[in-house]
């Protein structure tokens, strides 16, 4: 999955979810972030279930493409193990 947005935020909470169960049912969770430079919490936190819940089914949760900006809030937010593919 390929986000467009430039940020993420509670604002895209909702339909992300959605797409993200959608994705999960057919697929790992790779989610290329190449184009996102920033995140807030509500999103985070969407990620870390989405992480959770992709361990659980065995399925791969992987943030890919994600730049110094994006990676110094996912740090900063104590979150770093988002960074890590999941198997």
Request: hydrophobic share 40%; charged share 25%.
């Amino acid at each position: 999955m390929k986000f467009e947005q430039n940020e993420l935020t509670i604002y895209e909470v909702e339909s992300l979810h959605k797409s993200l169960l959608e994705s999960f049912t057919n697929d790992d969770l790779l989610l290329d972030m190449q184009n996102v430079n920033k995140i807030d919490m509500s999103i985070i936190q969407l990620f870390i279930s989405a992480q959770k819940t992709a361990k659980e089914h065995s399925k791969k949760f992987a943030l890919q493409n994600v730049n110094e900006e994006l990676t110094q809030i996912i740090k900063n937010s104590a979150c770093e193990f988002l960074l890590e593919e999941t198997a």
